[in-house]
């Protein structure tokens, strides 16, 4: 593993995101923000403990857990969404439209993923030590996603409370 992270820092030194921001790296940023994490646990300690029926106990630590791994994860996971995105299929649409990389169709991608990436590690999670019942194609996933967005939405109000700086 650490063989591993000294070639990522090779391959890839911070200096050459200098000059590439996109907006996955913004929400990256806000979504560590104290309260973006204050607001994510509150609201998905209820649904945890609604959901899968857990005791107060149990969903304060499966809540703790599955967001600990999703920050984790999310860390190198939302901004690669972000970068795969601009890719494809973000390089044909702003082409098209004469856009560059913050557009609101971004942005509501950026939003989506983010939300996604958050609930399915989330999911692996309760699954694995909390909810072996827990199914992706479920109701219980769209409740998960709806928490998520929840958290990543207001990283999002965060941007129009204090504005990005150019």
Known sequence: MRKLFIIAII?????????????????????FSWWAIGLGLLVEFFYVKWLFA?????SAI??????????????????????????????????AF??????????????ILGCFINAVIEGAVYKK?????FRYKSREFLWLLVANAISVGAAYISFLIVPLKA
């Open 11 to 31: 391959l890839f030194p911070p200096v050459v995101y200098a000059n590439v921001v996109w907006p996955a790296l913004y929400l990256e940023i806000r979504l």
């Open 54 to 58: 857990l005791s107060v106990k149990r």
């Open 62 to 95: 499966a809540d703790l857990s599955a967001n600990a791994a999703s920050s984790i994860a999310g860390i190198l996971l939302i901004p690669l969404a972000g970068i795969a995105w601009e890719f494809f299929p973000a390089s044909i649409y702003q082409q």
């Open 98 to 111: 004469d856009w560059g990389t913050f557009n609101p169709v971004t942005w509501v991608a950026t939003f």
């Open 129 to 133: 030590w909390f909810a072996p019942h």
